[in-house]
């Protein structure tokens, strides 16, 4: 049974930056694939960066030379930082491992 954790949403001015980071607990962190998605009020959730085992990264075209994904295999942690945020970045931004486990989300609102 696999536990994902997301942590660092907060309230930031456009421009401002965050850093996400997702904690999984058990042992499978390290052999998975990890994405970061995002549901925005009223629309489908979205994929938004994508890390493979191996270190490999991709972005949706929304958020590619703003957002980098990275990831720590000894802490069974993955990272989203977020800079020069938008207010349509606001959504609620969750963790995926291997494409079939989910945390709870945690919420980003991008506002003055």
């Known amino acids: 049974h696999v536990q994902l954790v997301e942590s660092g949403g907060n309230l930031v001015q456009p421009g401002g930056s965050l850093r996400l980071s997702c904690t999984a607990s058990?042992?499978?962190?390290?052999?998975?694939?990890m994405r970061w998605y995002r549901q925005a009020p009223g629309k489908q959730r979205e994929m938004v960066a994508t890390?493979?085992?191996?270190?490999?990264?991709s972005y949706a075209d929304a958020v590619k030379g703003r957002f980098t994904i990275s990831r720590d295999n000894s802490k069974n942690t993955v990272y989203l930082q977020m800079n020069s945020l938008k207010p349509e970045d606001t959504a609620v931004y969750y963790c995926?491992?291997?494409?079939?486990?989910w945390g709870r989300g945690t919420r980003v609102t991008v506002s003055s």
């Open positions: 058990g042992g499978m962190f390290r052999n998975s694939v």
């Open positions: 995926n491992l291997g494409g079939w486990s």
């Open positions: 890390i493979t085992t191996g270190g490999g990264t």
